[in-house]
């Protein structure tokens, strides 16, 4: 399942709050741009939707910018994709088709609905713990080669 952009960077960024947040120290939104490899007038619109969906506190100021305001553990994937508006995309016909169901099916619609039932289960159970716990450190630099 491709996620779109957006959905790409709301998981960038809360990844890399995640892995800053372990001291509790905010992040300035360029710093969290540019560690998350986002571009910066859209990480802005990705953030608001995050303290929208009080993912994210955001403070202004010379010592503001972002934190997650719960623990990791208990942010799942699906709370990110759904405050960016992934789920909305999710119910449309991948074949195009204004109705789609189970009584009226593309020629896509059962392959498709157990790709997607799989994915939503996945977010529904997956936390933000789980994702960087396994996870190299999103630094932007590139890995060392092991000798």
Same mark, same amino acid.
């Given at each position: 399942?491709?996620?779109?952009?957006?959905?790409?960077?709301?998981?960038?960024?809360?990844?890399?709050?995640?892995?800053?947040?372990?001291?509790?120290?905010?992040?300035?939104?360029?710093?969290?741009?540019?560690?998350?490899?986002?571009?910066?007038?859209?990480?802005?619109?990705?953030?608001?939707?995050?303290?929208?969906?009080?993912?994210?506190?955001?403070?202004?100021?010379?010592?503001?910018?972002?934190?997650?305001?719960?623990?990791?553990?208990?942010?799942?994937?699906? +709370?990110?994709?759904?405050?960016?508006?992934?789920?909305?995309?999710?119910?449309?016909?991948?074949?195009?088709?204004?109705?789609?169901?189970?009584?009226?099916?593309?020629?896509?619609?059962?392959?498709?609905?157990?790709?997607?039932?799989?994915?939503?289960?996945?977010?529904?159970?997956?936390?933000?713990? +789980?994702?960087?716990?396994?996870?190299?450190?999103?630094?932007?630099?590139?890995?060392?080669?092991?000798?």
């Amino acid at each position: 399942m491709l996620l779109p952009q957006s959905a790409q960077y709301a998981l960038r960024a809360m990844v890399t709050l995640a892995e800053h947040g372990r001291g509790g120290d905010s992040m300035s939104g360029e710093t969290l741009a540019t560690r998350a490899r986002v571009p910066k007038a859209y990480a802005s619109k990705i953030m608001r939707q995050l303290v929208a969906a009080r993912l994210v506190e955001g403070r202004a100021g010379k010592r503001g910018g972002y934190r997650l305001i719960g623990d990791p553990r208990y942010v799942r994937i699906a +709370d990110i994709l759904r405050a960016v508006g992934f789920f909305e995309s999710t119910e449309h016909c991948v074949f195009g088709l204004p109705r789609c169901d189970s009584v009226h099916p593309c020629p896509l619609h059962e392959a498709w609905s157990s790709v997607k039932e799989a994915f939503l289960s996945w977010a529904n159970t997956t936390s933000l713990s +789980d994702v960087i716990g396994s996870a190299q450190p999103v630094t932007g630099a590139r890995p060392r080669k092991r000798s």
